[in-house]
């Protein structure tokens, strides 16, 4: 069984600051972990995912992640918020490799807001 | 460019009406999509699992009868939500494995009932 927990619903940070979403997860398989954005009554934009390899990985709009099993996480990060960035961030956790068949679980969403 | 497409983005319709939802791949062919269901300021809930050719595997608690799920070709999958009620109410997301180990998903389809 797969689960994700995201700690905090909400976070609000300043323009220009440090931007964490923290996310943990639960597998009983060598995990592939995602983090998707959702804006205002849109689907999921995929910003970055972590299959194997290297555990930093970068994405989209200056997004990184960093998975580390030892602790179970993939937080996400970005050095410095702009405006554009508030939205609702999901964290998910897949089956690993050949997982075709099976579905995303998610978290429960952390919402960003960014504060000029 | 989208690989996924939902249809329709918006839909509002009366209580006791059905109300179908389309999921196309756009470039590839998928065995397997998956539905969602957001409610407001909440997480996406696995619905079920639409697999080409057969029947589409519910999850716990989904009434089968009810969201009807006909997935009749590679790049097609449709949610009928039957004799919908206001409950019924949601954000509907589908989702196709591009074989690559990423899922790419739909737009969203928001459905009112009034």
């Known amino acids: 069984a797969q689960s994700v927990t995201q700690l905090g619903s909400h976070v609000s940070v300043s323009e220009g600051a440090l931007v964490l979403l923290r996310c943990n997860y639960s597998?009983?398989?060598?995990?592939?972990l995602f983090w998707y954005v959702q804006y205002p009554n849109q689907g999921l934009q995929l910003l970055l995912k972590y299959t194997t390899g290297a555990t930093l990985v970068k994405g989209i709009n200056g997004f990184e992640a960093e998975f580390k099993k030892s602790e179970t996480s993939f937080h996400l990060t970005k050095p410095s918020a702009h405006m554009s960035d508030a939205a609702e961030y999901f964290c998910?956790?897949?089956?690993?490799?050949?997982?075709?068949?099976?579905?995303?679980?998610f978290g429960k969403g952390t919402r960003l807001s960014v504060i000029a | 460019g989208a690989v996924v497409s939902q249809h329709p983005s918006w839909v509002i319709c009366k209580s006791g009406t059905s109300v179908k939802i389309e999921c196309r791949s756009l470039?590839?062919?998928?065995?397997?999509m998956f539905w969602y269901r957001q409610f407001p300021k909440q997480s996406l809930m696995l619905m079920a699992t639409s697999n080409e050719g057969s029947k589409a595997t519910y999850e716990q608690g989904v009434e089968k009868d009810k969201f009807l799920i006909n997935h009749a070709s590679l790049t097609l999958s449709t949610l009928t939500v039957t004799s919908a009620h206001p409950e019924d109410s949601s954000f509907y997301i589908c989702?196709?494995?591009?074989?690559?180990?990423?899922?790419?998903f739909g737009e969203g389809s928001r459905l009112t009932v009034l």
């Open positions: 989702s196709a494995n591009k074989n690559t180990g990423e899922l790419f």
């Open positions: 470039d590839f062919q998928a065995t397997t």
């Open positions: 597998s009983s398989v060598p995990p592939y």
């Open positions: 998910a956790v897949g089956g690993g490799f050949n997982s075709g068949n099976t579905p995303l679980v």
